[in-house]
Antibody, heavy 120, light 108 residues
Framework: EVQLVESGGGLVQPGGSLRLSCAAS????????MNWVRQTPEKGLEWVSY????????YYADSVKGRFTISRDNAKNLLYLQMNSLRAEDTAVYYC?????????????WGQGTLVTVSP | EVVMTQSPATLSVSPGERVTLSCRAS??????LAWFQQKPGRAPRLLIY???TRATGIPARFSGSGSGTEFTLTISSLQSEDFAVYYC??????????FGQGTKVEVK
């Protein structure tokens, strides 16, 4: 059974930093592309960042470019999102999302999410 | 960026009714469209990909159709467990991958 378990969310002040983790199990993590997607009541679902299986390709949403860094540890089956210079508008539930195995790649499995709150 | 627009925002229906949800893309996305269901406090769950292919374990009462810029999710006979928010998402032109704003299916 595919499982994605996020952790690391919490309350942080504006300008602060937080690192989210996503522990993957039930599949060969190193074979799959991964994403972070966030959700707010105001903006709905927003894709945040993507990383290829081999680390060779990384993308960011314009809203987080230069502040967030995605990475992965294929030996430990872990996905990360380092979030710096956090703003109030980064407050959201953050989901770890796995792509499908074959092209075209759709968002197949989602973790349960972790809440990030940016507030003084 | 491809903008996805869903309609209506809210749909009030009774169990057993047939439900049709719409999703429009701001430019052609071929058939690279997915639908997700989300219940309160839960993560989105993949229902359909490739416009019309049901994901593993999804009941046959869910069906998708369309191509290009106009897409539809149909629930043939709404069950109590189907009351939820439904999102469409395009994966033809990326990054970014983009979502519609959602349609809430509520009890009439």
């Amino acid at each position: 059974e595919v499982q994605l378990v996020e952790s690391g969310g919490g309350l942080v002040q504006p300008g602060g930093s937080l690192r989210l983790s996503c522990a993957a199990s039930g599949f060969t993590f190193s074979n799959y592309e991964m994403n972070w997607v966030r959700q707010t009541p105001e903006k709905g679902l927003e894709w945040v960042s993507y990383i290829s299986d081999s680390f060779s390709t990384i993308y960011y949403a314009d809203s987080v470019k230069g502040r967030f860094t995605i990475s992965r540890d294929n030996a430990k089956n872990l996905l990360y999102l380092q979030m710096n210079s956090l703003r109030a508008e980064d407050t959201a539930v953050y989901y770890c999302v796995r792509h499908s195995r074959s092209y075209p790649f759709y968002f197949e499995y989602w973790g349960q999410g972790t809440l990030v709150t940016v507030s003084p | 960026e491809v903008v996805m627009t869903q309609s209506p925002a809210t749909l009030s229906v009774s169990p057993g009714e047939r439900v049709t949800l719409s999703c429009r893309a701001s430019q052609s996305i071929s058939n690279y469209l997915a639908w997700f269901q989300q219940k309160p406090g839960r993560a989105p769950r993949l229902l359909i990909y490739g416009t019309s292919t049901r994901a593993t374990g999804i009941p046959a009462r869910f069906s998708g159709s369309g191509s290009g810029t106009e897409f539809t999710l149909t629930i043939s006979s709404l069950q109590s467990e189907d009351f939820a928010v439904y999102y469409c998402q395009q994966y033809n032109n990326w990054p970014p991958w983009t979502f519609g704003q959602g349609t809430k299916v509520e009890v009439k």
